[in-house]
């Protein structure tokens, strides 16, 4: 089945901790995003790829980075500069220059 | 001003009412707009494209009205499991990329 992965569906951070989670997709897509979602709200851009190899910040990149050395996977590390990590984080994908995007089913990201 | 606004509700309506929601965005350059559907804890889910001309599918109708900046979602005949929160997306080419922002989603909780 064509679609896009996230890993884990839950993950704990400690203090000064760096993460990573996973985006992988076998959609063939171009682009992949990064979002991170918080209540009340909307979505807001972390990171964004076009192509292999190159990548763009995002509104809020500050604290967070990203590589994107296959075109299936675009994995997003939170780094310790984050201070406000906990959020629902989400993927998604989609061919260049479409309008609509794919998501994955989101990692949860929890501090301890 | 949020370049796209949406009443978060949450919209309280009986089964088989009809419910409507807006949503108005402030960039007037801005060139496709999207209704997704998010289930509690889940991923975004592309729910329909919204035109000048409108769009029907089923029980639902999206609406787009350029000249006052906002688009609209008809539900009709509400089922329970229309119970989700409703996302206005706004996409704008900026550079050969796609900048899609998001609503913070209008809530709808369709009860028995």
């Known amino acids: 089945d064509g679609g896009i992965t996230q890993s884990p569906k839950y993950l704990f951070r400690k203090e000064g901790q760096n993460v990573t989670l996973s985006c992988e997709q076998n959609?063939?897509?171009?682009?992949m995003y990064w979002y991170r979602q918080d209540p009340g709200q909307g979505l807001r851009l972390i990171y964004y790829?076009?192509?292999?190899?190159?990548?763009q910040k995002g509104d809020i990149a500050e604290g967070y980075s990203v590589s994107r050395e296959k075109k299936e996977s675009f994995p997003l590390t939170v780094t310790s500069a984050q201070k406000n990590p906990t959020a629902f984080y989400l993927c998604?994908?989609?061919?260049?220059?479409?309008?609509?995007?794919?998501f994955g089913p989101g990692t949860r990201l929890l501090v301890l | 001003r949020k370049e796209v606004e949406q009443d978060p509700g949450p919209f309280n309506v009986p089964e088989g009412a009809t419910v409507a929601f807006n949503c108005t965005y402030s960039?007037?350059?801005?060139?496709?707009f999207f209704w997704y559907r998010q289930d509690c804890r889940k991923e975004p889910k592309l729910l329909m494209s919204?035109?000048?001309s409108g769009n029907e599918d089923g029980r639902f109708t999206a609406q787009l009205n350029r000249a006052s900046q906002y688009i609209s979602l008809l539900i009709r005949d509400s089922k329970l499991s229309d119970s989700a929160t409703y996302l206005c997306?706004?996409?704008?080419?900026?550079?050969?990329?796609?900048?899609?922002?998001f609503g913070i989603g209008t809530k709808l909780q369709v009860i028995p």
């Open positions: 998604a994908s989609s061919q260049q220059g479409a309008e609509t995007q794919y």
């Open positions: 959609l063939n897509h171009d682009a």
């Open positions: 790829s076009q192509i292999v190899n190159d990548f």
């Open positions: 960039n007037s350059a801005s060139q496709s």
């Open positions: 919204v035109y000048s």
């Open positions: 997306v706004v996409n704008k080419n900026s550079g050969g990329y796609q900048k899609v922002t």
